[in-house]
């Protein structure tokens, strides 16, 4: 592998770091009642944990009101129970063969707590960031090893690699301030 290459590859694993980011943000409720709050929920589906999705149909009732509804009926337990004990603060209800699941307003002290989970999946995606760094920069050093390139090619590679770095952390930045205000302000 060419250190045009590596540095290529590493591009490509920062950019899905920040997709990822965007994904895992978008489940964190703002204010509004959003089925996809309610995806990386996992209920026990005969021992086997299960994603919410794969067992129930997912939909809204009103802008504050999620509905869930299990598509085998011995499942409603199951579901509630696992809605309940997320850490999303939700607290289902039972109506015949559908869950409402009512949204909370927010609190500031709510507002709060989902500012530091946001902190949370930002610094682990600065973490992965770095990470794809590190291993650039040694795949870089191997090179330089091996003498495939010259020892200012892994530097000047290498100061490209932390350039780009930077400018991925710098957009996680961007994209955890613009998430805090968006909780902060709704």
């Given at each position: 592998?060419?250190?045009?290459?590596?540095?290529?590859?590493?591009?490509?694993?920062?950019?899905?770091?920040?997709?990822?980011?965007?994904?895992?943000?978008?489940?964190?409720?703002?204010?509004?009642?959003?089925?996809?709050?309610?995806?990386?929920i996992n209920v026990d589906y005969y021992g086997n944990p299960t994603p919410l999705a794969q067992v129930a149909n997912l939909g809204l009732a009103d802008a504050r009101t999620l509905t869930v509804q299990p598509w085998e009926k011995n499942m409603m337990g199951a579901v509630e129970k696992a809605i309940r004990e997320s850490d999303l603060g939700l607290n289902?209800?039972?109506?015949?063969?559908?869950?409402?699941?009512?949204?909370?307003?927010?609190?500031?002290?709510?507002?709060?707590?989902?500012?530091?989970?946001?902190?949370?999946?930002?610094?682990?995606?600065?973490?992965?960031?770095?990470?794809?760094?590190?291993?650039?920069?040694?795949?870089?050093?191997?090179?330089?090893?091996?003498?495939?390139?010259?020892?200012?090619?892994?530097?000047?590679?290498?100061?490209?690699?932390?350039?780009?770095?930077?400018?991925?952390?710098?957009?996680?930045?961007?994209?955890?301030?613009?998430?805090?205000?968006?909780?902060?302000?709704?």
């Open positions: 592998m060419s250190a045009n290459e590596i540095k290529k590859n590493t591009e490509q694993k920062m950019t899905k770091s920040i997709e990822s980011l965007k994904s895992n943000l978008q489940k964190i409720r703002t204010g509004r009642a959003h089925p996809g709050i309610l995806e990386q289902p209800a039972t109506q015949g063969n559908i869950i409402r699941v009512p949204m909370p307003a927010l609190t500031e002290e709510r507002r709060k707590e989902l500012t530091k989970v946001v902190k949370g999946e930002g610094e682990d995606s600065k973490i992965a960031v770095r990470n794809l760094r590190r291993d650039a920069n040694e795949s870089l050093k191997k090179l330089a090893k091996d003498k495939e390139i010259s020892e200012d090619d892994e530097r000047r590679s290498q100061d490209e690699v932390q350039k780009m770095t930077d400018r991925f952390v710098a957009e996680i930045d961007k994209i955890i301030s613009d998430k805090e205000k968006e909780i902060m302000t709704v």
